[in-house]
């Protein structure tokens, strides 16, 4: 037995509103926010009404957040992720505009531009087509020095290139970006969670799968060695993605000393949420748990869905 009013002196971590990153949909082809059906309670939003929502964030306790753009266009070579009008950039300016001090990241891949649905351009292998990889890094190098020319604090490359570290910072610094930080996706593995994402970005792919570019979910050191991998290539912030059901790995990547991310994913938030609108599960407690898991684990920051969630719960206490 511990008396309650003592329980605090022993707890040992508590969940922050400084720890969460808020993940935003951006959509070029709306001009009111639009639900996403596979996770309630998320929406895309319009260009000119993403600065609003980053405001209400921002009132709310929320000072950073991911961005992720869904183009009217889409081709092969995912033009509109650098275009200097894109949806994204656009985005990065208007939020930048209205809230200077809210921490901007943005992913940086080509699914959501692309309109096979892969992370970067495609070549002939002789399994049938699949991600060029050299070709793929050019693309990321232009998407990021696109961003941080907008005005991103962070970009954030998810698409698991060979080298996409090394390749972006030489970009940004030759270009005077010295101060524009990368967080990597190094530890992402081939996730079925992330399901339901691919319907909030419109970023389904038309054949084959992220196999090859992912990493297998029984692979440990594999993971641990891709986030080893950008340590040397120059990352500042490391991710583990997903978070809940990958602890070890987040536990293993954050004994590097570098800040250690973890993406509460799509699916992970569409499970609470599902179970919680049943009935079956205290959504709210166990979003808190959840997320108060992956800090233990050692995470830094955490990307999630119930980013805003929280911070209205914890205003409300
Ligand atoms: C883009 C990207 C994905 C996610 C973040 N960035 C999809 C994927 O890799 O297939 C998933 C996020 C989520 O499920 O919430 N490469
Ligand atoms: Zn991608």
């Not at 991911?66 to 992720?81: C, N, Q, Y």
């Not at 593995?189 to 992330?194: Q, V």
């Not at 990958?246 to 569409?270: K, N, T, W």
Request: glycine fraction near 8%.
């Amino acid at each position: 037995m511990r008396r309650r009013t003592i329980q605090p002196f022993f707890r040992e971590t508590e969940l922050q509103k400084t720890d969460l990153v808020m993940p935003v949909f951006v959509d070029e082809s709306i001009s009111a926010p639009l639900a996403i059906p596979s996770m309630p309670g998320q929406f895309r939003h319009p260009v000119d009404g993403v600065a609003d929502y980053c405001e209400r964030l921002r009132d709310a306790g929320i000072g950073a957040v991911i961005l992720f753009g869904i183009p009217a266009k889409k081709d092969s070579e995912a033009t509109e992720a650098y275009a200097p009008d894109g949806v994204v950039q656009r985005a990065i300016r208007s939020i930048r505009e209205r809230l200077p001090g809210m921490v901007i990241t943005t992913d940086v891949c080509a699914c959501e531009y692309t309109d096979h649905g892969h992370c970067g351009i495609i070549g002939e292998t002789v399994d049938g087509p699949d991600l060029e990889n050299d070709l793929s890094l050019e693309l990321m190098a232009r998407i990021a020095l696109s961003h941080a020319e907008n005005g991103a604090d962070i970009v954030a490359p998810s698409c698991m290139l060979d080298g996409m570290v090394k390749t972006i910072r030489e970009a940004l610094d030759a270009a005077g970006y010295q101060d524009t930080l990368i967080m990597s996706y190094s530890s992402k593995f081939a996730s079925a969670l992330y399901g339901p994402f691919r319907d909030a970005a419109d970023s389904g792919f038309s054949f084959g799968d992220r196999t090859t570019y992912q990493i297998d979910p029984g692979n440990a050191r594999e993971a641990i060695m891709e986030s080893e991998l950008d340590v040397a290539e120059g990352a500042d912030i490391l991710m583990v993605k997903p978070a809940g059901i990958y602890l070890d790995i987040l536990a293993s990547v954050a004994g590097f000393g570098l800040p250690v991310a973890a993406y509460q994913v799509s699916g992970e938030y569409a499970m609470i949420k599902a179970a919680g609108e049943r009935g079956w599960l205290d959504e709210r407690a166990v979003a808190l748990e959840s997320l108060v898991a992956i800090k233990r684990a050692g995470a830094d920051l955490i990307i999630t869905y119930f980013a805003e969630d929280v911070a209205r719960w914890f205003n409300e206490e």
